[in-house]
């Protein structure tokens, strides 16, 4: 099976997989500190504990080794200050991958979530038989939404969805970019 490369070096930015025990006090601090930050757009911080960051980490590798989510920590100038990811949900239609991407909120405004998710874009198109991929995110989280619009994504659609986070509308927006849109060899 075709999988992503585990280590992707850029500059002074590293996308690495989690390591389950190693990771677990500074992932759980980085999630702590940002908490205010990512309350408003991710329902899974309203479950935040050292307890559901540990069974979190500790379902990446198989996570991985199946190609269905590989998660990576973002490291910036050796410290971890977000993830990333590359799934595919069970409803997605063959070819298609979604990235998804959080950031503590002292990483933000720098660039890295882009570069973060270019790289993850990058990644997609290597795959055998991807053709597009989606970032998928409320329509009023506009700092989301930024990163698709740079990188050359397009709204693909919007759909009606439960809200599950303070701040969501119950909209989501997807953007989508695909291989030839991406210029990247079939």
Not at 82 to 89: E, N, P, T, V, Y
């Given at each position: ?6 280590v ?54 198989e ?47 720098r ?76």
């Open positions: 099976m075709d999988l992503p490369q585990r992707i070096e850029l500059d002074d930015l590293t996308l690495r997989p989690f390591d389950a025990e190693a990771d677990l006090a500074e992932l759980v601090r980085v999630i702590d500190e940002s908490l205010d930050h990512l309350r408003p757009w991710m329902a899974w911080v309203a479950d935040h504990s050292p307890a559901t960051t540990a069974e979190f980490l500790a379902g990446r590798a996570r991985w080794a199946s190609g269905d989510e590989c998660t990576w920590a973002i490291v910036l100038d050796g410290a971890i200050v977000g993830a990333c990811q590359l799934f595919r949900h069970a409803d997605t239609p063959a070819g298609g991958r979604e990235i998804g991407y959080w950031l503590h909120p002292a990483a933000t405004g660039g890295v979530a882009t570069r973060a998710a270019h790289a993850l874009v990058d990644q997609a198109f290597r795959l055998p038989g991807v053709e597009y991929v989606e970032v998928v995110h409320d329509a009023a989280n506009h700092a989301s939404g930024a990163i698709p619009a740079r990188l050359g994504f397009t709204e693909h659609l919007r759909r009606p969805v439960e809200r599950l986070a303070p701040a969501e509308t119950g909209e989501d927006q997807i953007w989508r970019l695909t291989r030839r849109q991406a210029d990247v060899p079939v």
